[in-house]
């Protein structure tokens, strides 16, 4: 459950959406957990102290692993105030740490829900083909070559309703009950963007680790260490292959979360651009100075 461990509420009480930015690389995830870092809890610490109070409810549209980072996840508060939606805003940015900021909260009807009213999720992932300086924790740097071509073939063994069974991590408790494995993706691309090859998915939900290890998978293939139509095969049959080439958390942004009426044909943020340099090209003449 994604709920913020605070009171239960009693009677109806204001709802407001908000959307969180964030970069998890101090974060042991989203949800809050005893004795560890977490986004959700730094929020829930910044809503009590913006509004003194400790009788409210937090829920996110979903988790997001250690590591990974957030152009624009979504969650719900519920929570009486008399501060106005744009003021908790300002005030909870007040107190929550540089790398966590609210972009916007909204009120909206009970009937809203982070989570369950949410229709698909969208991440992104983003490979450097070079070395950086500056986006180090945002992305993972591969320094082999990588057929683009082959990524983007194998990418479309992906799409659609497909057993991830291998690309999922399991429950390791006895009496955990049995989690479906199938997930609807229903749309997979593989980009080139200036010195980035991006990794795009998006889906009705997501297992734990799944889009890393897709990812993961795709850069070997990308690599030529594995053939393009390994990709079907791993999805055809359980295998171990997918856990073992899980991409690092560096790279994994939730991008966006779409709900009822949104459209899904948004451009895709690129979170940080990592413009293409060629090392190889010969320097440009120098001009002299007009005088």
Not at 246 to 263: H, I, M
Request: charge should be positive; charged fraction near 25%; avoid cysteine.
């Amino acid at each position: 459950m994604e709920r913020s461990p605070g009171a239960h509420m009693i009677g109806a009480v204001p709802r407001l959406k908000l959307t969180i930015e964030y970069a998890g690389t101090r974060y042991s995830g989203w949800q809050i957990q005893k004795n560890a870092k977490t986004v959700q809890g730094e929020l829930d610490r910044a809503i009590r102290v913006a509004t003194g109070r400790h009788d409210f409810e937090l829920y996110g549209s979903g988790r997001t692993d250690a590591g990974v980072h957030a152009v624009a996840q979504v969650a719900h508060l519920d929570i009486a105030t008399n501060l106005p939606p744009a003021s908790l805003r300002r005030a909870l940015n007040d107190a929550l740490p540089a790398d966590i900021n609210v972009l916007t909260a909204v009120a909206v009807a009970h009937r809203f829900h982070a989570r369950h009213t949410a229709v698909a999720r969208r991440y992104v992932y983003q490979v450097a083909r070079r070395r950086t300086a500056f986006a180090k924790p945002f992305v993972w740097w591969v320094k082999e070559g990588l057929d683009v071509a082959a990524m983007q073939a194998a990418a479309a063994a992906f799409a659609g309703m497909q057993d991830f069974q291998s690309f999922a991590v399991e429950d390791d408790e006895d009496d955990a009950p049995a989690r479906s494995t199938l997930v609807l993706i229903d749309h997979v691309t593989v980009d080139v963007r200036g010195d980035l090859v991006l990794v795009v998915i998006r889906g009705s939900h997501f297992l734990w680790k799944m889009v890393r290890r897709i990812v993961g998978v795709l850069v070997e293939i990308g690599r030529g260490r594995l053939g393009v139509e390994a990709a079907r095969g791993l999805l055809a049959a359980k295998s171990d292959v997918p856990a073992k080439l899980t991409a690092p958390a560096s790279g994994l942004f939730l991008e966006r979360v779409f709900y009822p009426g949104d459209p899904l044909d948004v451009p895709v943020a690129v979170p940080t651009p990592l413009m293409a340099f060629d090392a190889t090209a010969p320097p440009r003449p120098e001009t002299a100075p007009r005088r």
